[in-house]
């Protein structure tokens, strides 16, 4: 699947949403991607999978990519991860929040061992801070990181991770911190339409 293809994908299954909302960083923007919208049909969960594995081995070429385990964070990652790492033969993990730190922490027996491949998995990338956070976990474990891939990249610049990172759809948004919000002063009602629960 190419780029053009994926984001009529996503438009024609309601996932680009116009208006005000609040992303998970705490800024503003006019445009949101609803990755859980296209994900919540297996078989377009299974052909967008199968697209990014097919990407990660390109960008791979020459080596041989295996793979012990693909790491994602809760929520977004979960469906996507498992999707990846079916087609890899691989375990899927993921990483959850920790109420009391807001940490992600492996968590219900999952683990990764020392010299272990791990690929870092989410569906969309906004400011990359949990994908970073997986990073630093797989790192933390001395396991080997063998890259990191998303659907999507939403930042309005894209967004270093110090691997290899695998990218579908690059769809760069504007966003605001708040009280610069050209949607604030309109007066437009703010949507807070993420997993995570108001900070």
Known sequence: MNEPEIKKLFQERGAILDGHFQLTSGRHSDLYLQCAKVLQYPDVAEMLGEALVARVREENAGIPVRLDAVCSPALGGIVLGHV?????????????????????????????????????????????????????????????????????????????????????????????????????????????????PDK
């Open 84 to 196: 990846v790492a079916r087609a890899f033969k691989a375990r899927a993990i993921f990483a959850e929040r920790e109420s009391s730190t807001g940490q992600l922490k492996l968590r219900r027996g999952f683990s990764i061992q020392p010299g272990e491949s791990v690929l870092a998995v989410e569906d969309v990338v906004t400011t990359g801070g949990s994908l970073k956070e997986i990073v630093q976990l797989v790192q933390s474990c001395k396991a080997r990181l063998i890259g990191v891939a998303a659907v999507a990249e939403r930042s309005a610049s894209p967004i270093s991770f110090g691997t290899t990172k695998t990218i579908l759809l690059k769809l760069p948004l504007k966003d605001y911190v708040p009280p610069d919000c050209p949607l604030c002063k309109e007066g437009i009602p703010l949507v807070k339409p993420g997993s995570r």
